[in-house]
């Protein structure tokens, strides 16, 4: 357990506005990448865009947070 500890006290090396703005516009890419495979898949405009809103919505919460986690482990810097 100390060594989690050890790993997790270091300070963040971005600031969270950066990390934001970050995964914003890579989900912002990500979204298109994926309507456009929903929709070759589908061959429909409002179902791609659906299922490519809701994944990408979800995907873009759970990866902030996991870069944030990342930011305070120091294995590899």
């Known amino acids: 357990m100390s060594v989690v500890r050890s790993l997790l006290r270091r300070s963040p090396v971005q600031a969270r506005?950066?990390?934001?703005?970050?995964t914003v516009l890579y989900r912002v890419f990500m979204v298109c990448i994926t309507v456009v495979v929903a929709w070759l898949v589908t061959g429909s405009t409002g179902e791609a865009l659906s299922i490519g809103l809701a994944t990408?919505?979800?995907?873009?919460?759970?990866y902030y947070g996991y870069?944030?986690?990342w930011d305070h482990v120091s294995w590899g810097v």
């Open 56 to 62: 990408n919505l979800l995907k873009t919460c759970t």
């Open 17 to 22: 506005r950066r990390a934001l703005v970050k």
């Open 67 to 69: 870069e944030r986690v």
